[in-house]
């Protein structure tokens, strides 16, 4: 088995009261696709956060190949070996520079032997002249993310840790960047951490790859990505999937529709108020993430 | 019910005029769910936009254009005879962010005294939450910032349907909104939609949400209609180059491979729309008579080659 | 933009080469007294016979140094503490706002007033100093609230993770994106401290060396009559004109700096 890019080992963070993630231990091999799905406040930036090193894990280690991060190891090589891709291509670049010096100065700072044309060429921004002379607001949101992906490649990192990189693309344009970045992993090693709630894109990005699904900060179930979304075993996937239009399965395999408060989850398993199959041992036993899923009926045994 | 013609909408810019919508024609069939679907720079929302006379101040509809509701032209209205068509025919849900609501005010006052306003009696107002799914007992009382965007959205719907309007058209009801809350979203339109007899429009760029809930789509780009056609047909059999290209580039939970032609390059920008067919430049098909002839809407679709 | 530039380049050549060229004569002629403008006297004459227009320009040297030097000291203060406070966060943050709420609290215009007393003012940078050492924490709150601000900002996450140098984040990234909140205050700084100079001259706080716009302005106001004499209106307007004309080219020349900074304004 090859060294791993990142390894997170019982990871918890807090934000005061509210635990964004709790537990969660993973290992990203280099040149390998790992996605993570999840409603909105399930944890998945934050986790994101933590495998970028920009937050510091409450409890548990995280680990840059084998160099324990945060521990006095906060060096050059070590923190550029990780890279981001925001969801708002935006806020990612700053409003009052152009792309020629955005691109420019880290270049220039790293004494880099690449140039903002060759750069931009290989994000598929062409012709490149063109593109290095313009802002941020004078790009559309699939040219300017594809900025921020030749941004996060500049320092040729191990990782990249892209947050719903396309949910604010217009839909026809979506695929191309996902190709991308596809492609950056391919031919240049780079692993991914993609962050999304978009099961399908999630897929076809990451096929071949891992798939996380995060549920109230936890991870409730993982596995190769064909497995986990063909034969889903925790019955929160199995309400995801069956919410997904034109997969219609009505009623909802849901208790309730409503997610209860993050800063106050429920005891046990915290799917429990919600699950269809939930018995008395749910309410009181947490249970761990075990063969890939932490469900003590899960689907399919 | 609603029926556009020949619509065509520019806006002043200092560069001079930009064209957003050129010449659409569009009906709306009552008592049913139509879609317009869209990204970015599409003219969607200026289309719903000259529909409740909320353009932009440097908006211009040219003349020709007339978008009829019930045969009367919305496009003539005095300013009076406007607050009457959006009170009283016409209601709107917009995107369920939290700056629609009044954050320093509760719910309550908020439905219950514009319900009162307008005539519409606090039971009524009870009885559209619980249309709706929601408990009035606990919502009224609530700011805005202590509801979910699910339950503020069900809250707009029900705020929407106060005043009984025979339109009410969607603005994108379900961005930002998770899975399964968007899931149980779609079932209570379609729910209330099919119980009161309603006529819908739902303005998005979500394709998920028009095939969950449209009976009948119509695809702009670049300020034009491209295709028109029941939704069944439209992702079963697309048929305009555009509509093939965004109906192909979904990829799919049970991993199959898109199977759509991609684009090549951007939308044009709202200055730059090239003659002709707009799409010609990015489409794969297009042939010398695309680049100087614009293709009417025939039979649901406008292409020379279809 | 262009407008004041030019105005704002016109006082500034006033108050430089303007004494050297024009000759100040402050011997009374009360023969001459309250003339409107003619040619021998481009403005007219104040209520003993002297020129105007020859006060009006040995008048702009010291306001207009005295008010430019104590916006900028203003302003370097209100970076310093306002940037200091939002980037390093902590007790540091809360140690340096606190102080500017104190600061914000006491009324400005006395604590320049005992400043003046009590400090030996010689120059006009020492006024500058007393004028400025009260009036930036307005400035340095607004600062650090947009830097906490662009610290949320995405962008500065990327540059950290690209390991940008702190210069370069600060010089490049940062600044860039305050200097609208900064230009924009440097003309009200300016502007309080033409107002707050005339007040503590004329409270006589510090010695008065020259005549400036201030000291004639009070003078035809208040002292001299001249705002009952119709004839005497050049007197009036004079210096009042000079104020408003130079806190317009002020003004004209922040919107341009803003734009200049604002990519997004100039679209």
Redesign the interface.
Known sequence: MPPAVVTLENVSLRYGALRAVQDVSLRIAPGEIVTVVGESGCGKSSLGKVVLGVEKPTEGRVLYGDQVLHAGAWTRALRSSVQVVHQDSYASLNPVRKIRSILGDPIRQHRLKTTVEELLASVGLDPPDYFANKYPFQLSGGQRQRVSIARATLLSPKLIVADEPVSGVDASLRLAILDLMRRLADERGIAFFYITHDLATARYLARGGRMLVMYLGRVVEQGPVADVLDHPRHPYLHALLAALPGRERRPLPLRSLDMPDPRNPPGGCAFHPRCPRAQDRCASESPELENGVACWFPHGV | MLKFEHVSVDYLVPEGRAHSVEDVCFELPAGQVTALIG??GSGKTTLTGAVMGLLAPNARILPESRILFRDQNLLTLTPRQLREFRWRQASMVFQAAQSVFNPTITLGEQLVDSGLDHGCKPARVHELLEQVRLDPDRILPAYPHQL?G??RQRALLAMALMLEPELVILDEPTTAL???????I??IFEEIQRSSGLTMLLIT?????V??LASYVGVLYSGRLVEAAPTEQLFARPSHP?TQ??VG???????AE?TGQ??KG??PGLLHRPAGCVLHPRCPEAVERCSREVPELRGGVACHLR | MKAGLALLVFFALMATVGPLVVPLDMTPDYLQRFQPPNVHHWLGTDYAGRDIWAQLVHGSRDILLIAFLSALLSTLMALVVGVTAALSGGWRDAALSTLIDVLLTVPTFPVMAILAALWPVEGPLSFAFVLSLWSWPGLARSLRAQVLALKQREFLEAAFLLCMSPSHILLREILPNLMPTVSLNFINLTRGAITASVGIMLLGLVPLQVDNWGMMLNLAAFQSGAIFLPRAWSYLLSPLVAIVLFQLALIAVSRGLEERFDPRLRA
């Open positions: 990204e970015s979910s699910g339950m998770d899975l399964i809350t968007q899931a149980y779609f079932d760029h979500d394709l998920g949400a095939k969950r555009y290209a965004l580039s979904l990829p799919s939970v049970d991993g898109p991609r684009l951007q939308a």
